[in-house]
């Protein structure tokens, strides 16, 4: 009999860090996710930038000459268009 008590009371801690562990991963998932949304629209925003130096500009013939440099504020890694 107390046997069964002691095995079901192990029973009831390791189900209870099984669901702490599940609830851990799906705030650290959220986070990923979120993380990876700000990224994605970092990385757009570059590309909408890009593209806007350069488009040919009528005002400015030669600023479309120009070499626009862009660096991640995150790495500190230089872009690297297409």
């Known amino acids: 009999m107390r046997v069964a008590a002691l095995e ?3 029973a009831e801690r390791v189900r209870e860090l099984s669901r702490r ?23 757009d925003k570059a ?4 593209e806007r130096s350069a488009a040919p500009s009528a005002a400015a013939p030669a600023a479309a000459a120009t070499c626009m440099e862009i ?12």
Do not use: D, G, I
């Open 21 to 43: 562990e599940m609830e851990l991963a799906h705030s650290e998932f959220a986070r990923a996710r979120l993380l990876w949304q700000r990224a994605r629209e970092e990385v």
């Open 8 to 10: 079901k009371a192990y």
């Open 71 to 82: 660096t991640c504020q995150s790495c500190r890694q230089k872009f690297k268009p297409n």
């Open 47 to 50: 590309h909408r930038l890009k």
